[in-house]
């Protein structure tokens, strides 16, 4: 497990505070992400994820944009999407802008593919929401077509056909390494297996433990089916400081105002400090000194039988600078804590 296990950083490119307080500018925080992810690859992180949105508080809309110009500037590091919205999106368009990242970065493209949490994308792009199960599952269906690089032939109800089609650029080292972000459903689990995909499990609240039967039902599918199961992944949302105190009281007032801000268009209850508190002990926020965050992720990776970890460091207005100390400890004390752990 310690030798085949990756540990990520993902962002949203949370709209974040500058030193009064006052929120930043989206392309400001654009490349201050840009500079995250240097320094994650500095640290030795294994991954960097972008996510993306189409709304106020997150600045990144085109992430495999801002993966290129991280590419840049990194030399290792792996580079994806966290989420890439298919649903609303073009597979071959999302396919070839991977293909070309995966290009200029070396062979360090990856994507993961999902329904993302928000639904502003939708009536951006022209999509109803009606559509909303159709659109993702016949997307996917094209896309992993695309996978196999062979002319394409393919057809259905939300996209125009395409015959004997073949698309450009191809990746230089097939396939591209594609995953299924899932949240929680038996049905979105068993379609990953259904297309050989590794699997994504974005565990944002409660004990990480009570999505094991997912992991289970994953491998159970490739048992069936007489297949060694892809790996499985883990994102979920966190931040370190020197100790636990700290890190609480860094990421508390951000993190509920983010949370707060969600929960509203929701009809989610104000966030408590005492739940915030219960997330950090016993759930799904990775947040203390980096002795305490490593715990908790090998506890994970074990339960869940992980290959790889990818944890959420944005959150709200929550500041750089903050942000960059959090990075530098995950990749220099806590990753090298965790693969200890479990070797």
């Not at 990242?101 to 928000?118: C, P």
């Amino acid at each position: 497990m310690a030798t085949a296990l990756e540990l990520g950083l993902d962002t949203f490119g949370d709209v974040t505070a500058g030193p009064d307080g006052r929120l930043l500018p989206h392309a400001l925080v654009i490349r201050d992400v840009v500079e995250e992810a240097v320094l994650a690859d500095g640290t030795g992180v294994d991954f960097f994820g972008v996510g993306e949105h189409h709304r106020a508080d997150f600045a990144i809309s085109s992430p495999e944009t801002v993966l290129a110009a991280i590419a840049g500037r990194t030399s290792r590091i792996r580079l994806g999407s966290a989420v890439t919205v298919l649903s609303s999106d073009d597979p071959v368009r999302v396919f070839q802008r991977f293909a070309t990242l995966d290009a200029a970065s070396g062979g360090r493209a990856e994507v993961i593919l999902g329904r993302g949490s928000f639904t502003e994308s939708f009536p951006l792009f022209g999509y109803r929401l009606d559509q909303y199960e159709t659109l993702f599952s016949e997307k996917l269906d094209l896309f992993a077509a695309l996978l196999a690089q062979d002319p394409v032939t393919w057809a259905g109800e939300t996209r125009a056909p395409l015959a004997d089609q073949r698309v450009f650029p191809p990746v230089e080292n097939a396939p591209l390494k594609t995953w299924i972000g899932v949240g929680g459903s038996p049905q979105s689990v068993l379609r990953a297996a259904r297309y050989g995909l590794p699997l994504m499990l974005a565990i944002i609240g409660g004990e990480p433990a009570r999505f094991a039967p997912y992991a289970d039902l994953y491998r159970r599918a490739f048992e069936q089916m007489g297949r060694p199961a892809p790996p499985i992944g883990v994102h979920s949302p966190g931040h370190v400081a020197e100790t636990d105190a700290a890190a609480r009281a860094e990421l508390w007032p951000d993190y509920r105002q983010m949370r707060d801000r969600i929960g509203a268009e929701r009809g989610w209850p104000p966030m408590s400090r005492a739940e915030f508190d219960r997330e950090a002990e016993t759930g799904s926020l990775y947040v203390g000194s980096p002795e305490t965050v490593a715990r908790k992720i090998a506890a994970t990776v074990r339960r869940l039988g992980l290959s790889r970890f990818q944890m959420k460091y944005s959150a709200g207005p929550l500041p750089h600078a903050t942000m960059m100390r959090s990075i530098e400890l995950y990749g220099t004390r806590v990753a090298p804590m965790v693969r200890d752990m479990l070797a």
